[in-house]
């Protein structure tokens, strides 16, 4: 199985700050890669697909990029919504695997 | 506007079977792939198989001596059963569904997901 690593697995923010997560797979993935946002409680979001595509409603504070193995997700403008855990996912290789999260926290 | 729920018992007991069901509104089962995910508590997302509304399957190698996953298009639900269960299987469960398989696997529609704990 592909394994993907996320980085960092936390961090604090203030509101209106820029934040960069990072998700790193195990194997060359081209860009089948895929954001969740997860708020406690609730179910994931889907935030973007194919590594760089806005889901439909996403607002466009966020912005994904990357290929290969190294991919990242961003967030510029942080909003007092934004705050909740992310989670990267791959679909180049059977089976579908996420990354183990990164929650954002205010600071 | 779709929305999927997941339902059954939240209370299963070690070696027995868990049991869901999804049922799927706003929309039709047809032309979709439906897929279990689950998620231990305070832990990451572990995909646990998908099922085509014709009735084709693809399960984690990980779990699939114990999944089975169907369909009912009459009744619009997808069901899964976990044979065998230990602790290790106490997670949330979330039904999704995915627009395409396996190229362009997306999950973009989930249900509100169910705590299934496993415990005597």
């Known amino acids: 199985d592909i394994q993907m690593t996320q980085s960092p697995s936390s961090l604090s923010a203030s509101v209106g700050d820029r934040v960069t997560i990072t998700c790193q797979a195990s194997?060359?993935?081209?860009?089948?890669l895929n954001w969740y946002q997860q708020k406690p409680g609730k179910a994931p979001k889907l935030l973007m697909y194919?590594?760089?595509n806005l889901e439909t409603g996403v607002p466009s504070r966020f912005s994904g990029s990357g290929s290969g193995t190294l991919f990242t997700l961003s967030i510029s403008g942080l909003q007092p919504e934004d705050f909740a855990t992310y989670f990267c996912?791959?679909?180049?290789?059977?089976?579908?695997?996420f990354g183990g999260g990164t929650k954002v926290d205010i600071k | 506007q779709v929305q999927l729920q997941e339902s059954g018992p939240r209370l299963v007991k070690p070696s027995e079977t868990l049991s869901l069901t999804c049922t799927v509104s706003?929309?039709?089962?047809?032309?979709?792939?439906w897929s279990w995910i689950r998620q231990p508590p305070g832990e990451g997302l572990e995909w646990i198989g998908l099922?085509?509304?014709?009735?084709?399957?693809y399960y984690n190698s990980s779990l699939r001596s114990r999944v089975t996953i169907s369909v009912d298009t009459s009744k619009n639900q997808v069901s899964l059963s976990l044979h065998s269960v230990t602790a290790a299987d106490t997670a949330v469960y979330y039904c999704?569904?995915?627009?395409?398989?396996?190229?362009?696997?997306?999950?973009?529609?989930w249900g509100p997901g169910t705590l299934v704990t496993v415990s005597s």
């Open positions: 706003g929309g039709s089962i047809r032309d979709y792939y």
């Open positions: 194919d590594a760089s």
């Open positions: 999704a569904r995915a627009p395409a398989w396996p190229t362009g696997t997306k999950f973009d529609y």
């Open positions: 996912q791959q679909y180049d290789s059977l089976p579908p695997t």
């Open positions: 194997r060359d993935i081209t860009n089948n």
């Open positions: 099922i085509y509304f014709t009735g084709n399957t």
